[in-house]
């Protein structure tokens, strides 16, 4: 267990609805970044927050945006859902120190599937 | 595209042989990591090498990097059926980790 949780574990929606996805980090980590995995593929980038300010970005649309609150918890929201957003997402937490790479503690993910 | 390649695909060995998986990435590789993944679920970390460092062991874990060829490799020894799974490498980019880059994974069978 990595203390990373999410919710919900898994998430069923029709095509052009909306879905909010939610993480909370590790105690003590003030990053977080989301990832989406299609089945049988790696993680994809999605987006980093620290310190609730979006911090990099991957090849994702602005139809995916996301949060972070002051307890370093995040949302990833997901607008006008499309069948091949279907997959798993990822979050991971971390504790961000000046300009070293840290290791990411992720959670057990959400399954959203797109009908 | 800046994706890591794993190879190979797939591996199917037998309970307390040796494993070998092995990562490159077109871009410069700074800091890697692996991890591990269960039927799905999320993923687990097992070794982090920087960019400075060229082996790495954890347990029955042996990491190598060669930040020339851009290339990692993962040896698990003495493998055990718990170690069915699929394994990752996954780039950080510079300093800032603002990026991760996955491979698209090797997925493992240790036969009992």
């Known amino acids: 267990e990595t203390g990373v949780t999410q919710s919900p574990t898994h998430l069923i929606k029709t095509r052009g609805q909306q879905v909010t996805l939610r993480c909370s980090s590790q105690s003590g980590h003030n990053t977080v970044s989301w990832y989406q995995q299609a089945l049988g593929q790696g993680p994809q980038f999605i987006f980093q927050y620290y310190r609730e300010e979006e911090n990099g970005r991957g090849n994702f649309p602005p139809r995916f945006s996301g949060l972070q609150f002051p307890n370093y918890s995040s949302e990833l929201n997901v607008n006008a859902l499309e069948l091949d957003d279907s997959a798993l997402y990822l979050c991971?937490?971390?504790?961000?120190?000046?300009?070293?790479?840290?290791?990411?503690?992720f959670g057990p993910g959400t399954r959203l599937t797109v009908l | 595209s800046q994706q890591g390649e794993e190879d190979p695909q797939a591996l199917s060995i037998q309970e307390g042989e040796n494993a070998t998986m092995n990562c490159s990435y077109k871009t410069s590789i700074n800091n890697l990591q692996w991890y591990r993944q269960n039927s799905g679920r999320g993923l687990v970390h097992l070794i982090l090498i920087r960019s400075n460092e060229r082996e790495k062991h954890s347990g029955r874990l042996r990491v190598t990097l060669d930040t020339s060829k851009k290339s990692s490799s993962l040896l698990i020894t003495a493998s055990r059926a718990a170690d069915t799974a699929s394994y990752f490498c996954?780039?950080?980019?510079?300093?800032?980790?603002?990026?991760?880059?996955f491979g698209p994974g090797t997925s493992l069978s240790v036969i009992p």
């Open positions: 996954a780039n950080h980019g510079g300093t800032s980790y603002d990026k991760v880059i």
């Open positions: 991971a937490s971390s504790p961000r120190t000046s300009g070293r790479v840290d290791t990411q503690y």
